[in-house]
């Protein structure tokens, strides 16, 4: 079967790490490599990690960044400093999520059996997503090097690789079937205000995110009203950066995103009417 590496950030982790690093090492398909950015935790998180390297030199490696700050925008930052062309696939884990014993090789089982399929990941919580989640994903190497020299620091950049692999006539999928927790609630209950922003940043058309957010408002999906409210609110609202992590993604960028968009809107109608 295709090999694959895990990468994910972690920061003030010392109640989780240990098992997230077990969830890993005990794959039935485990990774072929294991990248850590240790984001300057204040607990006993980098000891942790650094005894399981002690244990595993030739799988783990764990990169320390010394970071003073706590901000999520540096996220696609961390996942730059792991990316490498080795093996077929990258894994983005988290530094809470754990994984069901068999949840690679099942993904990367119906990847291989689709070469279509470039995106993917597994499934958590009660409500059945219908995209590939951040935590938990699989990337098809030779699609990502196709497009990309490392992942886009601007707000969205989880959502453009997915419109991108689309836009290309590729697959996206979550396999309900394999699955995996995030032991830190608190990700679950947040505002959503960068669903908004991040849309903004992409150029969605707006037809589309009024879609999007009516669909989350009346229940369909991981966002509650007030989410859904506030993510369109923020949409609407949000004024890009000429720079950095809230700035847009260039012109082009934008425009096949809300032109693809545009078409699948006019197909949806099209085929009600017929």
Request: overall charge positive.
């Amino acid at each position: 079967m295709a090999d694959y590496y895990c990468f994910f950030p972690v920061r003030d982790g010392e109640k989780t790490i240990n098992d997230v690093m077990n969830s890993l090492f005990e794959q039935t398909l485990p990774p072929k490599k294991i990248i850590v950015t240790e984001d300057g935790s204040t607990d006993k998180t980098s000891e942790i990690l650094e005894e399981f390297e002690k244990d595993f030199p030739d799988i783990l490696k764990v990169i320390h960044t010394g970071n003073k700050t706590r901000d999520f925008r540096r996220i696609p930052k961390l996942w730059n400093m792991c990316l490498t062309k080795e093996c077929d696939y990258h894994m983005i884990g988290a530094g809470d999520c754990i994984f069901e014993s068999n949840y690679a090789e099942k993904i990367i089982k119906k990847m291989e059996e689709n070469p279509k399929l470039v995106i993917c990941s597994g499934d958590f919580g009660e409500k059945k997503s219908k995209t590939p989640h951040g935590a938990g994903r699989f990337v098809r190497q030779s699609f990502f090097f196709s497009n990309y020299d490392e992942y886009p620091e601007i707000i969205g950049y989880e959502s453009e690789i997915i419109n991108r692999a689309l836009m290309q006539n590729f697959k996206t999928k979550i396999f309900h079937d394999a699955y995996f927790e995030h032991v830190d609630k608190l990700g679950h209950s947040h505002n959503f205000s960068e669903f908004g922003q991040g849309m903004k940043a992409l150029g969605y058309h707006p037809l589309y995110v009024m879609a999007r957010c009516f669909l989350a408002f009346v229940g369909r999906g991981n966002i509650n009203r007030k989410g859904a409210l506030n993510m369109f609110w923020k949409y609407v609202t949000y004024r890009p950066e000429k720079s950095g992590y809230y700035s847009q993604f260039p012109k082009k960028t934008r425009d096949e995103i809300k032109n693809h968009q545009w078409k699948m809107i006019k197909n949806y109608f099209t085929k009600r009417l017929q």
